[in-house]
């Protein structure tokens, strides 16, 4: 198996955990192992017992591997739920290279930037898009916090 072309997908629901690992052959799709758990640590949508989820996510995983006898490094995981906000910011910096260009740098400059956002005490930034900028009024990158 050609690991650029497997995907895994964790889905941490109510009554169960369930991770499903596909590989991608000929433009679809092919799913290739599952695993499943209870999912004792979720009450309504939440976590109310961190350690039974992780249980729960390790047991699914390990069904799923053992399934294809290969071990899993990076999943994709939706997350939804009312407690979950998306907010977009900007963040602005001037360019630090002496031709100009833009570097990987003053990307990471300008997501710290977009970053320094008021949030309450009891939320916390889950992860930064950036999806559009703009350079001296042309359209390009901006950042979205999430």
Do not use: C, F, W
Not at 15 to 23: D, L, T
Not at 61 to 66: I, L, N, W
Not at 75 to 93: C, E
Not at 97 to 124: C, G, M, Q
């Amino acid at each position: 198996m050609d690991n650029n072309t497997i995907y895994v997908s964790l889905d941490i629901g109510t009554a169960e955990v369930r991770v499903m690992i596909g590989e991608m052959s000929a433009g679809m799709l092919n799913i290739i192992g599952v695993g499943n758990a209870a999912s004792t640590g979720i009450k309504k949508g939440a976590v109310v017992d961190i350690d039974a989820t992780v249980n729960a996510i390790r047991e699914a995983v390990d069904k799923a591997e053992r399934m294809v006898g290969m071990s899993i490094k990076q999943v994709v995981v939706g997350i939804n739920g009312n407690h979950i906000d998306l907010h977009q910011t900007h963040g602005i910096v001037a360019v630090s290279s002496p031709n100009k260009e833009i570097t990987a740098e003053d990307i990471d400059r300008v997501t710290d930037a977009a970053s320094v956002v008021s949030i309450p005490h009891d939320r916390e930034i889950v992860d930064i898009v950036p999806y559009n900028t703009s350079l001296m009024g042309m359209t390009g990158l901006q950042i979205q916090l999430g």
